[in-house]
């Protein structure tokens, strides 16, 4: 069946110091791939999506990149604060009102 | 406004209680949500509401019965269920069926005990 394989399950990183998460796909059909940071106690915000169409999305400290031949998508947060600590998902989506969401990646900036 | 709202944000309830989950959105999104989600794992989806329509159900048991009054609410109500049904409930809405942001609210904190 479909589904979206997230990497790593977590990471620490010193403050000012950029993360990466990555994720792949399986479902060839997926056109939109939204990314969502959850704080404790909170439910997912969308931080950053990208399209099919698409290679390439910024904004801020944030930049979103997919290769759609090989089916993987990835986050990258630049110069991280401590605020910045949470956990993100990824999710891939094609169509049919079910959001294919990764695992979730635990990131850690320690001050 | 891109707010979800979710009421109560903590519910404690018994095995024999009947109780409801809240949600309302005023971003004139068709599409309503109810995802459960486990500490340390992603939302897992429940139901889909399409121009308040019951779309898609994820074989949810049946102590779980949703329901859509309008294009705004979302209801979910709960009867009879299990101290396994303890999880964050969340509700989330997007604009249609075309791949578009999914907004979520904050949640409700369900315990059974």
């Known amino acids: 069946g479909e589904n979206v394989e997230q990497h790593p399950s977590t990471l620490s990183v010193q403050e000012g110091d950029s993360a990466v998460i990555k994720c792949t796909y399986s479902d060839s059909a997926s056109n939109y791939f939204p990314w969502y940071k959850q704080e404790l106690g909170k439910g997912p915000q969308l931080i950053i999506d990208?399209?099919?169409?698409?290679g390439e999305k910024k904004d801020q400290r944030i930049a979103v990149t997919l290769n759609k031949t090989a089916k993987h998508f990835s986050l990258h947060i630049t110069e991280t604060q401590p605020e910045d600590s949470a956990v993100y998902f990824c999710a891939a989506y094609k169509g049919t009102y079910k959001y294919i969401f990764g695992t979730g990646t635990r990131l850690k900036v320690l001050a | 406004d891109t707010e979800v709202t979710q009421t109560p944000k903590h519910l404690v309830m018994g095995m024999t209680n009947k109780k409801s989950l809240k949600c309302e959105q005023h971003?004139?999104?068709?599409?309503m949500y109810w995802y459960k989600q486990k500490a340390k794992k992603p939302p897992e989806l429940m139901f889909v509401y399409s121009y308040e329509k019951l779309s898609i159900n994820e074989s949810v048991p049946s102590r779980f019965s949703p329901e859509c009054p309008n294009s705004s609410l979302l209801n979910l109500h709960l009867h009879a269920l299990q101290p396994e049904d303890s999880a964050l409930y969340l509700c989330?809405?997007?604009?249609?069926?075309?791949?578009?942001?999914?907004?979520f609210g904050p949640g409700t904190r369900l315990t059974v005990l």
């Open positions: 990208i399209r099919s169409n698409v």
């Open positions: 989330a809405s997007s604009a249609g069926l075309a791949g578009n942001e999914q907004f």
């Open positions: 971003m004139g999104h068709r599409a």
